[in-house]
């Protein structure tokens, strides 16, 4: 499978991105998100409810590892990085490519991180504390990071295909 699954913090674009990746390599996009409100038939919010913090990481990760597809641009929900059983599937599709924007730049594009249906392993309330906690995971889960700093969106999403189109041509075979 050939596949570019998106990671990153909410806010940083993995949706809005990951659309214009799609089109721009004619491959086909899936918003996990999106997959798991369809397949529950409820808002994220809802589910990190009913299940608790611990019990939405185990159904996101199931949900993530029943994903079969080929040439798709797959936008992650920030915490798929909390189920390694899921972000080594996801590797074993294709590559994994981690956004990366500067914490003051998500600050303004996020809100409020409970209203907006965001689980954090360690219990964490701010988007600081949410940083530190998950940028490791990014990076260690990412085949490849594009570093956003600086960048406007229109220069982001040029930034992004022409990584990606450089790194699939010299990895003709991922």
């Given at each position: 499978?050939?596949?570019?699954?998106?990671?990153?913090?909410?806010?940083?674009?993995?949706?809005?991105?990951?659309?214009?990746?799609?089109?721009?390599?004619?491959?086909?996009?899936?918003?996990?998100d999106d997959v798991i409100i369809q397949t529950y038939h409820k808002p994220l919010m809802e589910l990190i409810d009913e299940y608790g913090t611990e019990g939405f990481i185990t159904l996101e990760g199931k949900v993530l590892q029943s994903i079969y597809t080929n040439q798709a641009?797959?936008?992650?929900?920030?915490?798929?990085?909390?189920?390694?059983d899921a972000m080594q599937y996801l590797k074993s599709t294709g590559i994994v490519?981690?956004?990366?924007?500067?914490l003051d730049v998500l600050a303004q594009r996020v809100g409020n991180l409970v209203t907006r249906g965001v689980v954090c392993h360690s219990g964490c309330t701010t988007l600081e504390d949410l940083y530190e906690e998950r940028c490791p995971l990014y990076e260690k889960y990412a085949d490849l990071t594009v570093d956003?700093?600086?960048?406007?969106?229109?220069?982001?999403?040029?930034?992004?295909?022409?990584?990606?189109?450089?790194?699939?041509k010299e990895h003709p075979n991922c």
């Open positions: 499978m050939h596949n570019i699954t998106l990671i990153g913090m909410p806010g940083s674009g993995k949706t809005t991105f990951g659309k214009t990746l799609a089109a721009g390599l004619s491959y086909h996009f899936i918003d996990t641009v797959i936008s992650t929900g920030g915490s798929a990085v909390y189920s390694d490519i981690y956004l990366h924007h500067q956003f700093t600086g960048c406007s969106v229109e220069q982001c999403s040029e930034k992004l295909l022409k990584t990606v189109q450089a790194y699939l």
